[in-house]
């Protein structure tokens, strides 16, 4: 290589690590700008006491951060009970972005899922400064499975949402469906309570916790790559050996007064913070 092809050689390379850097710093400010947006939804007057109290047992910051969401991104949120994430999620992606709450279905039989869903659909009808925006589609596994448009969504998020599913024996079809809404390379985010690992599988997960390692198998039996875990939802308080499982523990707290400081003091439960990948290349038999 003589002097000038050197040179030529050397300003190539410097050109395409300045390329990177500047990719990587506008990533970050972009990254910034989005964790100061959650702080301030976060801080929001929409937001009630109670739910902002809960803050320090969920992590919402972070453990949105650690799924990639973006202002822009097109987001299915399931199952999303009371809204305590919706309130999040719906002034965040307001402007820029687009929300759907897969919530339980008008056809559902029993009282407690007919309340919750008049409820949702009142607190979204109640601020439409808040949740204008909202799409609502419904999740009745293994009928109702059109969370959203087959391929539109960039991340799907579900809390502790897996062991209602395997209660009645649908995961895999839920995660199938999941699977379909998301563009290739889009994300799942799972955040569930985590059963011990040494503990035996509980097909019904009756105690409320499940394993993780059945959670991961499950979803990539569903199609997904396991592309990264965290601990930013752990409680290494929690034994998970309670009298009525989960939900002995705050926030349901089902044992009322009785070892009622006991139980606050371990928190809310241990779980797990799953983040997978629907490939680029997409099988066709899914």
Avoid: C
Avoid at 66 to 77: I, Q
Avoid at 78 to 92: D, N, Q, R
Avoid at 190 to 219: C, P, W
């Amino acid at each position: 290589m003589n002097r000038k092809q050197l040179l030529i050689h050397l300003l190539t390379g410097f050109l395409l690590l300045t390329s990177q850097i500047t990719v990587a710093v506008e990533e970050n400010l972009k990254n910034d700008e989005s964790q100061a947006a959650i702080q301030t939804v976060l801080t929001g007057h929409h937001r009630s006491e109670k739910n902002k109290s809960r803050d320090i047992y969920r992590h919402p910051a972070e453990t949105l951060a650690f799924f990639g969401l973006k202002p822009n991104m097109t987001v299915v949120e399931i199952w999303p009970g009371s809204g305590w994430y919706t309130e999040i999620l719906a002034p965040f992606l307001r402007q820029n972005g687009t929300l759907y709450t897969a919530h339980f279905s008008p056809n559902m039989k029993g009282r407690f899922y007919r309340n919750a869903l008049n409820d949702f659909h009142q607190k979204i009808a109640s601020n439409p400064e808040i949740y204008g925006k909202v799409q609502l589609t419904s999740l009745l596994p293994p009928h109702e499975i059109d969370i959203a448009p087959a391929g539109s969504a960039d991340l799907v998020l579900t809390f502790r949402n897996v062991h209602n599913w395997m209660l009645k024996g649908e995961e895999l079809n839920v995660l199938k469906s999941i699977y379909r809404a998301l563009k290739p390379g889009g994300i799942l985010g799972l955040v569930e309570h985590r059963e011990n690992s040494e503990t035996e599988h509980d097909a019904k997960a009756r105690k409320g916790y499940v394993l993780q390692k059945y959670v991961i198998f499950m979803a990539e039996k569903a199609g997904f790559s396991l592309l990264d875990k965290s601990e930013i939802n752990s409680n290494p308080n929690d034994t998970k050996y309670h009298p009525k499982g989960v939900w002995t523990l705050p926030p349901t707290l089902k044992l009322g007064e009785k070892d009622k400081e006991k139980y606050l003091a371990i928190g809310e439960s241990d779980r797990m913070t799953l983040k997978f990948l629907k490939p680029n290349k997409v099988s066709d038999n899914r």
